[in-house]
DNA sequence: CACATTTGTTAGTTCATCGCACTAACAAAC
DNA sequence: GTTTGTTAGTGCGATGAACTAACAAATGTG
């Protein structure tokens, strides 16, 4: 948790200064950036496209290797003109990042990944419905017991929470966990002595998406789809939070007049349609499944045609059980969304369901770390 | 035009070094934005708020004082224990920033403002329906004559135009002025030789509200009702500009089933509804004003509803005419919203007109200039 | 084989900032 | 009137990061 004033890779408000040393940690973050993204390359190829100086790169290059953050790889195959350079890559298994989801019904879900965000081991635990302190207390021994078992240095953890969670990882209301105001982050950090990051389920998938799902640049609008329903925006290639950490809350926003009745104490909300539960309790009592899933999508279109339109979203996932999703339903969201929203935007825009699967907001949340403490996404 | 690497005050990608220079320029930025915004201080207060030291803080302001940036005001009234303050505060009148409104329908307005953004000197000129070049000659025109007028250095020209504007200066697409691709900062540059900031109206005017208009933090949604619609979004302090330059582009997703036909080809789009010439004709055939009013305000609450609702947005402020806006179509839009959102959100929502008047778009631009060229926002 | 080309390193320089020490100016207490 | 304590602002040397210049090593080319 100890955390520089200064955030690099995330936006810089204009609100502290910039030691140098600030802009040392930069400048490494800006080199392992590249090795992250487009894999290894050679000291003067990275002076090359960071615009430092050889001499600059090697130091930090240096500096890195000390750490064991990155490796000399030798030569590279083709012979060309010249000296042939040393290449330089990460070490993806240099440290090990703990990462949990905890936004499925039943179970809380962990896992070890590598650099890479490949996952090294699992491991679950069955929340059997506990709640508040119980439920902090079974977080935070699947932490413990990943961390313990992971046999290399853990980077940090990183925990992708259902509800609102604000920008410290305090997790101010989750509803299916009986948190409210309840200092996740902390608790974890205090039990593992590890840097800890914890974001919403939803935005924590679509950072996923835009770091390992190849997702196109541009706007990306991730819908999450589960026990509640959740928006997670990356814009400008940055994840957007929300002055108080509410956004994404698109689960209750009215999707139908005079609907059912919603746990938020209002009819009709986008939840009452489309959350896991009622959207199956829903088909079963349908004679048409495929016409109720379309007409679903329908609505969802309508709901997101607006942000869609006003932000100029280019690409929409659907994450979330896809039985459910990836039929008729996404059809249909795509089909009104191209009717709603100008050509212009519509026409570049793509609706699909996540390529990350099940581990999802795993694989977001070992990001959340990767960019919290190394600056790379 | 020149303009370094690093923007300080818009967000900085990691796609960048920081050469220390930038860290210096960041640093003078830091402490005229304090001056900017909360008036005069001393040096000591500057290196108390900006962490910098005091030794620090008295170069810069040095240099500052060398520029004429800003000027020694003696020390404040209030007697207090140790040597006296020397207050420093920004020189508003020390240059001037020259703005244009090219979203008027048949006129377009300029002004020169000074750094606090009071209006000095105005001129306008009739577009008389000028449509591509000429539209472009008028707009040089009028930029050159003001500044001309103006007595002191001219720090820059700042443009609120109609249509989409990508982030270098080129309208890419406005029908009412017949620019398509038009790279209207490049002429204005060319024709004055100074730096030249061009984005949409409500982009502009979104700027605007949040630097002059006394917005809270938190989202701001700005829309902007004229001759068309169009949103602009300041989030986490930074406005939005859409990957493909095309957000706030509202105007054209649909409100309406079956509604009446759109210049865009579709029907129903909320520009059908909205827009002044369409709602005025509307209102002329209407037997119930008010009732009109308020209809237009529940669609308009409607597809507002996801955006205020995913976004978090805090503060809605419409833009236009006033007689249209501010009776029962804005009672109308924060009642739907109400019942549309979820009380967390909806409850700290602020529908309001802006305080600005008609200049909203003048007073923005001026603020992109200063925002471009002195980081201060 | 001489030579150009590219890589990576060494040595010395520039630049922004910091810590420290200093002077200046004033209020309050005696 | 003097002393004490506090705050403001300014020199000066030190530090740390990145730069330029120069060069050795390794390799293809004519």
């Not at 100890?2 to 030691?19: A, E, I």
Request: with cysteine.
């Amino acid at each position: 948790m100890t955390q520089t004033t200064v955030r690099v890779g995330k936006s810089l408000r204009p609100q502290g200064k910039v030691r140098q040393e600030d802009a040392r940690r930069h400048h490494r973050t800006l080199l392992l950036q590249h090795l992250f993204r487009t894999g290894a390359a050679s000291r003067a190829d990275l002076a090359r496209t960071s615009g430092l100086t050889r001499v600059t790169v090697s130091d930090l290059v240096g500096e890195m290797l000390a750490d064991g953050l990155v490796e000399e790889l030798g030569a590279p195959a083709e012979a060309r003109v010249g000296k042939p350079p040393t290449l330089v890559g990460m070490v993806v298994d240099s440290s090990h990042v703990v990462s949990l989801d905890l936004s499925s019904v039943d179970t809380m879900q962990g896992a070890v990944m590598n650099l890479a965000g490949a996952v090294v081991d699992r491991a679950e635990v069955s929340s059997g419905g506990a709640r508040g302190t119980d439920a902090v207390a079974l977080a935070v021994e699947l932490a413990r017991t990943l961390v313990e078992r992971s046999g290399r240095p853990v980077l940090g953890i990183g925990i992708g929470s259902p509800g609102i969670v604000d920008d410290r990882g305090t997790v101010l209301d989750a509803p299916n966990l009986g948190w409210h105001g309840t200092d996740l982050a902390g608790e974890v950090a205090a039990a593992t002595g590890l840097p800890v990051h914890v974001a919403n389920d939803a935005n924590v998938a679509a950072l996923a998406e835009h770091t390992y799902g190849g997702a196109a640049e541009g706007g990306l609008l991730v819908l999450r789809v589960g026990f509640g329903v959740g928006a997670g925006l990356i814009l400008e290639g940055v994840l957007l939070h929300g002055h108080a950490a509410a956004a994404g809350e698109i689960g209750h926003v009215t999707a139908e007049d005079d609907g059912e009745p919603c746990a938020c104490g209002r009819t009709g909300c986008l939840e009452t349609l489309l959350a896991v539960p009622r959207l199956r309790a829903r088909l079963a009592a349908a004679d048409d499944e495929t016409a109720l899933l379309a007409a679903t999508g329908a609505r969802l279109g309508e709901v997101l045609a607006p942000i869609v339109g006003a932000l100029n979203v280019h690409e929409l996932v659907l994450t979330g059980p896809l039985d459910l999703l990836d039929g008729a339903l996404r059809d249909a969201v795509t089909t009104t969304l191209r009717r709603r929203v100008m050509a212009v935007t519509s026409d570049s825009l793509t609706v699909r369901t996540s390529n990350l699967g099940d581990d999802v907001v795993l694989v977001g949340a070992a990001g959340l770390v990767l960019a919290g403490e190394l600056g790379v996404s």
